[in-house]
T-cell receptor
Framework: KAGVTQTPRYLIKTRGQQVTLSCSPISGHRSVSWYQQTPGQGLQFLFEYFSETQRNKGNFPGRFSGRQFSNSRSEMNVSTLELGDSALYLC??????????????FGSGTRLTVV | DQQVKQNSPSLSVQEGRISILNCDYTNSMFDYFLWYKKYPAEGPTFLISISSIKDKNEDGRFTVFLNKSAKHLSLHIVPSQPGDSAVYFCAAFSGNTPLVFGKGTRLSVIA
């Protein structure tokens, strides 16, 4: 079955703009989590959506937001982009809320560059 | 406050030898621990996990050891192969909380 699909793969935006990233989970997976990866900081949790509701939220400013649709697809939005938002944004899906011993299945990520 | 720590940013090992990647954690509530492997331009892929009620789990060349009293776990890769060169992330969670990741260790296996 198809894996987690993230679009676009690469994006270049200017400071002050906003951006929307998309994630389609594995069919049947109802939970989608978003992570930000920057050099030296590892993977930092942004938020998790399950059944269209935000279940967990990481320590990011309100400029970062997300939503989940009835088909479990998810989008995340970053408004008023800053240079420090340049990162690889990873989406992951699971069947149930939260993590399991099999972990998440991650997409390949969207590389966002803010100039 | 980092709950999961990987104190070695990088590690180089000769092909055929053992690679040992270390991870420490501070949250005693963590029930499960996982290792992920990541190649450039790809998402992390799940490698192996261990429950807090165990002290060892093995899968082929990969073995994870857990020392709860020391809040320490390690991943052993034997024998190491050039294709194992990647960034390895340690992660942990409890209940239905999200995975908490360390900053990663870059493993280079030299032929």
């Amino acid at each position: 079955k198809a894996g987690v699909t993230q679009t676009p793969r690469y994006l270049i935006k200017t400071r002050g703009q906003q951006v929307t990233l998309s994630c389609s989970p594995i069919s049947g997976h109802r939970s989608v989590s978003w992570y930000q990866q920057t050099p030296g900081q590892g993977l930092q949790f942004l938020f998790e959506y399950f059944s269209e509701t935000q279940r967990n939220k990481g320590n990011f400013p309100g400029r970062f937001s997300g939503r989940q649709f009835s088909n479990s697809r998810s989008e995340m939005n970053v408004s008023t982009l800053e240079l420090g938002d340049s990162a690889l944004y990873l989406c992951a899906s699971t069947e149930i809320q939260g993590a399991t011993m099999e972990g998440y299945t991650f997409g390949s990520g969207t590389r966002l560059t803010v100039v | 406050d980092q709950q999961v720590k990987q104190n070695s940013p990088s590690l180089s090992v000769q092909e055929g030898r053992i690679s040992i990647l270390n991870c420490d954690y501070t949250n005693s509530m963590f029930d499960y621990f996982l290792w992920y492997k990541k190649y450039p331009a790809e998402g992390p892929t799940f490698l192996i996990s261990i429950s807090s009620i165990k002290d060892k789990n093995e899968d082929g060349r990969f073995t994870v050891f857990l020392n709860k009293s020391a809040k320490h776990l390690s991943l052993h890769i034997v024998p190491s192969q050039p294709g194992d060169s990647a960034v390895y992330f340690c992660a942990a969670f409890s209940g239905n909380t999200p995975l908490v990741f360390g900053k990663g260790t870059r493993l280079s296996v030299i032929a």
